[in-house]
């Protein structure tokens, strides 16, 4: 009697038209990135008359000037926009840690509310609360200062809803409950127990907070006037206001964009292990 062979599966053939419209996608979102990385080694001369994605030889020096543009107020730029969006980040992230870990956990009146509420601060563009924020602190006299830009960005309601969602996935109630019977104030248990099973949903709202204060332009336009308070998204719209009559500073504004995107790459590197720990952890059983 012969034993019954398994069928060879055949070889899978990968969908046609999702994978041409992500390598469509992935051209689209690459392919700036990439002229600046080639234009950003390219003299004044050479980026005007040589091809486009041809390497030129000025990338040292390009840096060099930009260094000297001004005493270095490119780097001032940098360094604020790395207050701002790491202070910002942390500052926003602890808020939406708490307020997310109290919408899921507790219950209160008027919570659904208050959630309803939050998801329409989501839906609503930023461009929309600038002008009334700058009218808000114009009355309180902090235009032109650093909390300026570093106190509008406290309260983001996508981090909030984020931070609500993975804590009711992520928080068991018998976890808290167990910890109440334990003898645990509220505070302790979130500290304690909450927050570390919350930490990977807690990174990806730390990241999407720190790109968002990092790009932001808006908000810096309309409160700060002082340059050396610039962070470097203005500070390099500056440059490029000034390139419609010195030709030479295009160099300079393409360096600089390209430095300032190093940053959010090693932050990205640096923080992804927390996402394949999230990965790998298994979720607690009631």
């Given at each position: 009697?012969?034993?019954?062979?398994?069928?060879?599966?055949?070889?899978?053939?990968?969908?046609?038209?999702?994978?041409?419209?992500?390598?469509?996608?992935?051209?689209?979102?690459?392919?700036?990135?990439?002229?600046?990385?080639?234009?950003?080694?390219?003299?004044?001369?050479?980026?005007?008359?040589?091809?486009?994605?041809?390497?030129?030889?000025?990338?040292?020096?390009?840096?060099?000037?930009?260094?000297?543009?001004?005493?270095?107020?490119?780097?001032?730029?940098?360094?604020?926009?790395?207050?701002?969006?790491?202070?910002?980040?942390?500052?926003?992230?602890?808020?939406?840690?708490?307020?997310?870990?109290?919408?899921?956990?507790?219950?209160?009146?008027?919570?659904?509310?208050?959630?309803?509420?939050?998801?329409?601060?989501?839906?609503?563009?930023?461009?929309?609360?600038?002008?009334?924020?700058?009218?808000?602190?114009?009355?309180?006299?902090?235009?032109?200062?650093?909390?300026?830009v570093l106190l509008p960005l406290i309260l983001s309601p996508y981090g909030v809803y984020l931070a609500r969602i993975?804590?009711?996935?992520?928080?068991?109630?018998?976890?808290?409950?167990?910890?109440?019977?334990?003898?645990?104030?509220e505070w302790r248990i979130f500290r304690t127990i909450a927050l570390p099973m919350m930490l990977p949903g807690l990174?990806?709202?730390?990241?999407?907070?720190?790109?968002?204060v990092w790009n932001n332009f808006l908000l810096p336009y309309i409160m700060l006037g002082d340059d050396e308070k610039?962070?470097?998204?203005?500070?390099?719209?500056?440059?490029?206001?000034?390139?419609?009559?010195?030709?030479?500073?295009?160099?300079?504004?393409?360096?600089?964009?390209?430095?300032?995107?190093?940053?959010?790459?090693?932050?990205?590197?640096?923080?992804?292990?927390?996402?394949?720990?999230?990965?790998?952890?298994?979720?607690?059983?009631?």
């Open positions: 009697m012969s034993t019954p062979t398994l069928a060879t599966p055949g070889r899978r053939r990968l969908p046609l038209v999702p994978t041409a419209a992500l390598l469509l996608g992935a051209v689209y979102c690459l392919l700036p990135v990439a002229w600046v990385l080639v234009a950003s080694t390219k003299s004044g001369s050479e980026l005007f008359s040589t091809f486009t994605f041809l390497p030129g030889s000025g990338f040292a020096d390009n840096v060099a000037d930009l260094t000297e543009y001004r005493d270095g107020v490119y780097w001032k730029w940098m360094a604020n926009s790395a207050f701002y969006a790491g202070a910002g980040a942390l500052l926003s992230t602890a808020v939406s840690a708490v307020s997310g870990y109290a919408l899921a956990v507790y219950r209160f009146r008027g919570k659904e509310t208050v959630f309803n509420i939050l998801l329409a601060g989501v839906l609503m563009p930023p461009v929309i609360l600038a002008v009334p924020q700058y009218l808000l602190l114009a009355e309180a006299d902090m235009t032109d200062s650093y909390l300026s993975y804590a009711a996935a992520a928080v068991p109630a018998d976890v808290i409950e167990a910890g109440r019977m334990d003898g645990g104030g990174v990806t709202v730390f990241l999407f907070q720190f790109v968002a610039f962070p470097v998204t203005l500070g390099l719209y500056t440059l490029l206001q000034q390139g419609a009559t010195t030709p030479a500073l295009y160099t300079l504004v393409i360096t600089g964009a390209l430095l300032a995107i190093i940053p959010l790459i090693a932050l990205f590197l640096v923080i992804q292990r927390f996402w394949s720990l999230d990965l790998l952890s298994g979720a607690v059983k009631s």
